[in-house]
């Protein structure tokens, strides 16, 4: 099994993707994270999938109002 990799990608590029997905589809951004964490997980394809879900967290948050592009960022 290979090793694994370390994540280049920040809480500011989650932030980033998640507007641009809310931006560019509303609430369709929802869905397509979803089908994303679907695919990859039934891949076994565990890291990339908890990738989109930590996405559709701020997507959903994002849609919500809680937060903006502006807001800090606080990791839980």
């Known amino acids: 099994m290979p090793a694994a990799r ?4 920040t809480p ?12 560019r589809h509303g609430a ?3 869905g ?6 679907i695919e990859l997980d039934e ?3 565990t ?6 879900r930590a996405l559709r967290s701020e ?8 937060v903006t592009r ?3 960022i606080a990791l839980h």
Not at 32 to 37: K, L, T
């Open 6 to 9: 370390a994540s280049r990608i």
């Open 12 to 23: 500011e590029d989650i932030r980033i993707i998640a507007f641009t997905l809310v931006n």
């Open 28 to 30: 369709q951004a929802l």
């Open 32 to 37: 397509y994270a979803d089908q994303a964490v």
């Open 43 to 45: 891949k076994g394809e």
């Open 47 to 52: 890291e990339s999938a908890d990738a989109w």
């Open 59 to 66: 997507i959903v948050d994002a849609l919500d109002g809680r």
């Open 70 to 72: 502006d807001t800090p």
